[in-house]
């Protein structure tokens, strides 16, 4: 079986140990940056399962075409599932139309004086903007009155740069990371709250939930019903109204997962391509 592993960031923790594993399995594994690629009409080499390492935020017109040859084989995540989701907007329209609670939001394009912002803020007092491509934490920032939220879409506006989604801040109980592989593996995370600030890298404290609440175990048997995915980590906020799906991450990271559990992801990830891809 010859496997590709399409990554800009191959020295990364998980390209490397998809990598590592690939060699365990005596795979035929190309890592190839795909920004030294030539798009070809007939391209040479031909791949029977791609693992395709590109983030929504590395996604462009570039990688969309090059992705669309048929030369990848069996893409694990495929692209028409990280372009359905390729940014945190798509994500909660999606999430909303499949019926699944999420937070409110509001994507704000030209000056931030529309009578539909003023009806939206005046809903609640405290605020999240978000950079609406952002990850890991990135870009979040925490609002403390309608004021402060108005003074930053302001000098978004004039910057130009008004790819961000307003969401009013919630009263975080819980929050989990979910990490789905095909059907069989699911591990949970409990992580420290900042409604979408939380990550492996910014050193919250994180617990390894063996046993889940019932509730949070429904929803994720709803989600695994409602999309054909190959891995997946979702990010779920719990208020005392009850669960919100906040983020749905195709190209997850599982450092942290490794370390805290002693599983070898690499290896599930890979033996699930593999599987998916006959």
């Known amino acids: 079986m010859k496997c590709s592993l399409l990554s ?6 998980a390209s490397r140990r998809l990598a590592e594993e690939a060699t365990r399995l005596k795979l035929s594994l190309d890592v190839i940056d795909p920004s030294t690629l030539v798009l070809t009409h007939q391209p040479q080499v031909r791949f029977d399962v791609t693992l395709n390492r590109l983030s929504v935020v590395e996604m462009n017109e570039f990688y969309s075409a090059l992705l669309h040859q ?8 495929s692209l028409e599932l990280k372009l359905r989701w390729r940014d945190k907007a798509h994500q909660l329209i999606w999430l909303a139309q499949n019926g699944f609670k999420t937070i409110p939001f509001m994507s704000i394009r030209g000056k931030p ?5 003023q ?8 605020w999240v903007l978000k950079m609406n491509r952002g990850q890991r934490g990135i870009g979040v920032h925490m609002l403390s009155s309608k004021a402060e939220l108005l003074e930053w879409l302001e000098t978004l506006w004039r910057m130009g740069d008004q790819d961000f989604i307003i969401q009013p801040k919630i009263k975080v109980m819980h929050e989990w990371r979910v990490s789905l592989i095909g059907r069989e593996f699911m591990c949970v995370l409990k992580r420290s709250t900042s409604q979408g600030k939380a990550n492996a890298h910014l050193n919250q404290e994180v617990e390894w939930v063996k046993e889940l609440p019932t509730h949070l175990s429904l929803l994720i048997e709803k989600f695994k019903g409602s999309v054909g995915f190959d ?3 979702l990010d779920i906020l719990e208020d005392e109204s009850g669960l ?9 990271g599982f450092e942290q997962l490794e370390k805290i559990t002693g599983y070898n ?8 391509s593999i599987r998916a891809s006959h």
């Open 8 to 13: 800009l960031h191959p020295s990364h923790y």
């Open 70 to 77: 048929d030369c990848w084989g069996k893409q694990v995540n």
């Open 113 to 117: 004086e529309t009578s539909g912002l």
């Open 119 to 126: 009806n939206f803020l005046s809903t609640h007092q405290e």
């Open 231 to 233: 891995y997946l980590a």
């Open 244 to 252: 919100y799906l906040n983020d749905l991450n195709t190209t997850m």
């Open 265 to 272: 992801i690499a290896r599930l990830i890979l033996d699930q």
